[in-house]
């Protein structure tokens, strides 16, 4: 007896995405956790995930490799863009720790934050609002970068009047050559900033699913928002938006190099996470789950060792 056996007539028949195949989602975890870092055929050949023990580790980790991106870039006398999610967050602090200990400046750093909870109309909260992603950003980044920050002018909100031109900004940037680096994690139902699984419905083709750049008060799934409940919200489901403005796959896949995170433990062997995780390891690119494409890029995904498995049912 499981999802499979009884979802016909009850009222989860219908919710999920058009295109999953539970069968095939169930299969990507049929498998030991020491073989979750096997390379698959479609990966990148510079794609990697890479195994934290603890939620210090994955934070520290994870931070440091986007402040040595930055240093990188730096010390080789280049300017470097950042697509930039809010959440995970606990890397940020450890971001700011390594480029203020290196004294590393950031005025040739580029950033755009990759969504933002929306209305209808697509107007987003005001920035000193604590909900709000760029309030999140300022406090937990650039801010504490005090003198070394990123220059005001340099960072990128996705508000409905800016969010339309992160194409052109991007295109500008890497014309010049301008290494582009994503940041991401990944949401409970695969998706990569808020570009939800089912957006994919709408698109004939995976060519033209991947040209989309952006989205404007985007229809967010129902389990994103108690996903949101649950790690941003302390449950309150009443809290969250129910849109979002959102950066597209027209402009992630871009990317030049992927920088991932996975912590989605909640405490007692409890977890949200490694259906997502394994799904994006194991499935395949697929339009219907956007998470599906991030093996294709190269970078590192730091991952909770915790939701690697076994994902087995278990009362606690």
């Known amino acids: 007896m499981d999802f499979q056996s009884t979802v016909k007539g009850s009222l989860l028949e219908g919710f999920y995405p058009e295109g999953w195949d539970m069968a095939k989602i169930d299969a990507c975890m049929q ?3 020491e073989e979750v870092t ?4 479609f990966w ?10 603890s939620l210090s580790d994955f934070d520290t980790l994870m931070g440091h490799e986007i402040a040595w991106q930055i240093k990188k870039a730096r010390d080789n006398g280049e300017e470097i863009a950042f697509i930039l999610p ?8 450890w971001a700011v720790y390594f480029l203020k200990m290196w004294n590393c400046k950031c005025d040739h750093v580029h950033c755009f934050n990759m969504d933002e909870w929306s209305d209808s109309e697509g107007n987003t909260l005001s920035s000193d609002n604590p909900a709000s992603f760029q309030y999140a950003m300022e406090n937990a980044l650039y801010n504490p970068l005090g003198e070394l920050t990123v220059p005001k002018e340099q960072r990128n909100f996705a508000t409905k009047d800016n969010l339309p031109k992160y194409p052109e900004k991007i295109a500008a940037l890497k014309a010049r050559g301008v290494k582009l680096v994503l940041v991401y994690g990944i949401g409970r139902m695969c998706h990569i900033a808020f570009w939800e699984p089912h957006f994919g419905a709408e698109f004939d083709s995976v060519e033209e699913w991947k040209k989309q750049p952006y989205r404007i008060a985007a229809k967010l799934h129902p389990l994103t928002i108690e996903q949101n409940a649950l790690t941003s919200f302390k449950s309150r489901t009443t809290l969250v938006p129910c849109r979002a403005n959102t950066i597209g796959p027209g402009l992630f896949l871009q990317a030049d190099y992927a920088i991932g995170g996975c912590d989605g433990t909640l405490g007692r062997g409890m977890q ?12 395949g690119p697929d339009k219907a789950i956007t998470s599906s494409f991030i093996p294709t890029l190269p970078g590192k995904l730091f991952f909770l060792s915790e939701l690697a498995g076994p994902l087995v049912a278990e009362c606690n």
């Open 38 to 41: 096997e390379p698959q055929e």
């Open 86 to 93: 809010v959440g995970p967050m606990g890397m940020y602090k």
């Open 31 to 33: 498998h030991a956790p």
């Open 44 to 53: 990148n050949k510079d794609f990697a995930p890479v195994k934290c023990d």
């Open 272 to 283: 949200w996470q490694g259906m997502s995780f394994w799904m994006t390891l194991r499935y």
